[in-house]
């Protein structure tokens, strides 16, 4: 039982590059989201998926986009990195209203 | 002002004594509270969660809940240096799942 799994945990990007971060669970669980965590600033939501088939833009969803390809999986597109997309990305999953399981992150790095 | 905001850290305290960490939030429909615990470099982990106003042990951990003051805590009684870490609280507003979460506070148990 793997729980939420993220792929990669680390990258690098130049400026200007595209990827993508993989997130899948193994819960069954309906909801998936992901944050990012810079300093300070606790972690703030970028977009969430209620459910299979709906996507909804959270609290710093601009230079982002996200495919919830299935129940397991939902997936962050960065078209465009930018320095200030440096942070720590973390996907998380749980049933409606209750805590989170979160993913081990991603440390991404735009130079 | 910041939806959730948990006292200013670092906090420490010595080995055995009682840690207590603040938090306040500003939706008075905030439905579900939580407490996640994250060591240096690691994924937050859920610790404690409440629902009704009062008190919730759970073995050292002592949750409390005041909505009519919007005022969430945890107490760690018999704090050992394994309980240093970040404790970041977290809240479910009126939109459906999603958690908003503070900036948490940095806990420090010396020996």
């Known amino acids: 039982n793997a729980g939420v799994t993220q792929t990669p945990k680390f990258q690098v990007l130049k400026t200007g590059q595209s990827m993508t971060l993989q997130c899948a669970q193994d819960m069954n669980h309906n909801s998936m989201y992901w944050y990012r965590q810079d300093p300070g600033m606790g972690l703030r939501l970028i977009y969430y998926?209620?459910?299979?088939?709906?996507?909804d833009k959270g609290e710093v969803p601009n230079g982002y986009n996200v495919s919830r390809l299935n129940k397991r999986e939902f997936s962050l597109r960065l078209e465009s990195a930018a320095p200030s997309q440096t942070s720590v990305y973390f996907c998380?999953?749980?049933?409606?209203?209750?805590?989170?399981?979160f993913g081990s992150g991603t440390r991404l790095t735009v130079v | 002002q910041k939806e959730v905001e948990q006292n200013s850290g670092p906090l420490s305290v010595p080995e055995g004594a009682i840690a207590s960490l603040n938090c306040t939030y500003s939706?008075?429909?905030?439905?579900?509270f939580f407490w996640y615990r994250q060591y240096s470099g690691k994924s937050p982990e859920l610790i404690m969660f409440i629902y009704s106003n009062g008190d919730k042990e759970d073995g050292r951990f002592t949750a409390q809940l005041n909505k009519a003051s919007q005022y969430v805590s945890l107490l760690i009684r018999d704090s050992q240096p394994s309980d240093s870490a970040t404790y970041l609280c977290?809240?479910?507003?009126?939109?459906?799942?999603?958690?908003?979460f503070g900036q948490g506070t940095i806990l420090t148990v010396h020996p």
């Open positions: 939706d008075r429909g905030s439905q579900s």
């Open positions: 998926s209620a459910s299979e088939g709906t996507t």
């Open positions: 998380a999953s749980s049933w409606t209203g209750d805590g989170y399981t």
């Open positions: 977290a809240v479910t507003g009126t939109s459906y799942g999603k958690l908003t």
